[in-house]
């Protein structure tokens, strides 16, 4: 079934814009290079990264924290510059088809479904720091969390934006870039500003 939507979309692109055939050839050529790059690294990547699928992508100036728990799913592209800072409870479990664009940080406890898009320099904030003690540097003050961030199947992030620790973003959402999420996100809703509140639902604009 995803195939086949995925090949009605290269059609329609193709009858609208002659020149993507173009752009087609160029995707096909780098991701050759990538899964013979992946193949051959393969047994270097096992050792630094731990448990990654093999189909995945992550560029070499990655910064991963807490390898043992980090998981990457099939096919996950994990692109120039992210930071995968895992939290000691949950960690960062990101599913299959996600797709992490450059520069987004993303720390503690913080799970990511299947097909999501993160654009550039998106924060995820699983985890915070506790201040409780006056007397006492916070940067010597324990860790604390209100369960992390889940992000179902299906979101897309603006760029810029910040998810903050207890948030649960449902299937189907869209945060406008520049946003801060601070409240839980119902399906297919599309919120925006800071503190993000719902703009639409996605069904609310249907034809």
Excluded at 171 to 196: E, H, L, M, Q, W
Aim: proline share 3%.
């Amino acid at each position: 079934m995803d195939v086949l939507l995925k090949f009605k979309s290269i059609q329609t692109r193709l009858k609208n814009n002659p020149r993507y055939f173009f752009f087609l050839i160029e995707k096909s050529l780098r991701l050759f290079l990538r899964i013979v790059g992946g193949l051959l690294l393969f047994p270097f990547r096992f050792i630094l990264y731990g448990d990654v699928s093999i189909s995945s992508y992550i560029s070499f100036d990655v910064s991963i924290r807490n390898t043992k728990n980090v998981y990457l799913g099939k096919k996950t592209e994990i692109n120039k510059g992210v930071v995968l800072w895992a939290g000691i409870d949950k960690g960062i479990y990101i599913e299959n088809h996600s797709q992490i664009n450059p520069y987004v940080t993303i720390y503690g406890d913080v799970k990511i479904g299947k097909y999501v898009m993160i654009a550039p320099h998106v924060m995820l904030a699983g985890g915070n720091h506790s201040f409780k003690f006056t007397n006492t540097p916070m940067i010597f003050q324990e860790s604390t969390s209100k369960g992390g961030i889940e992000i179902k199947d299906d979101v897309w992030i603006g760029a810029n934006s910040t998810i903050l620790d207890g948030v649960k973003i449902e299937r189907g959402a869209i945060i406008a870039a520049g946003s801060v999420v601070t409240k839980n996100v119902c399906a297919f809703d599309i919120v925006a500003g800071n503190p993000a509140k719902k703009i639409n639902n996605r069904f609310d604009l249907l034809p």
